[in-house]
């Protein structure tokens, strides 16, 4: 059994707008390209059925740029608090050596 042609989303979108300027008709395109009329037919339809996607998707993608960057600054906050409790944990382990000597973790109960 024959594989079928898979073609490009560009090269439909190239086909559509060839037709949709209407400088050939669609049975020109379709017998230079060897593709059925009825495929070329379907892909415009589909096309144009999806175009106002065009226009909406890019509120999407600025409402998804927006939540992005919303969440690299949470990120980097959480990261400069951990860097923070970090220093403070060492200052404080630091400062029990210096106060109770080799064993204070064993005294306070400290595991890890």
Do not use: C, H
């Not at 669609?26 to 593709?35: L, P």
């Not at 959480?78 to 005294?107: H, I, N, R, S």
């Amino acid at each position: 059994m024959a594989k079928r042609k898979e073609y490009t989303p560009e090269y439909k979108t190239k086909l559509v707008i060839e037709i949709l300027k209407e400088e050939q008709t669609i049975s020109e395109i379709a017998a230079r390209e060897n593709i059925n009329v009825k495929q070329l037919g379907n892909w415009k339809a589909e096309f144009l059925a999806n175009a106002s996607r065009a226009f909406s998707r890019s509120r999407d993608e600025k409402s998804i740029a927006k939540q992005a960057a919303e969440m690299e600054e949470k990120e980097k906050k959480y990261q400069a608090k951990v860097g923070q409790l970090t220093l403070e944990v060492d200052f404080l382990k630091e400062t029990a050596q210096k106060m109770l000597g080799p064993g204070w973790k064993d005294q306070l109960g400290y595991k890890k």
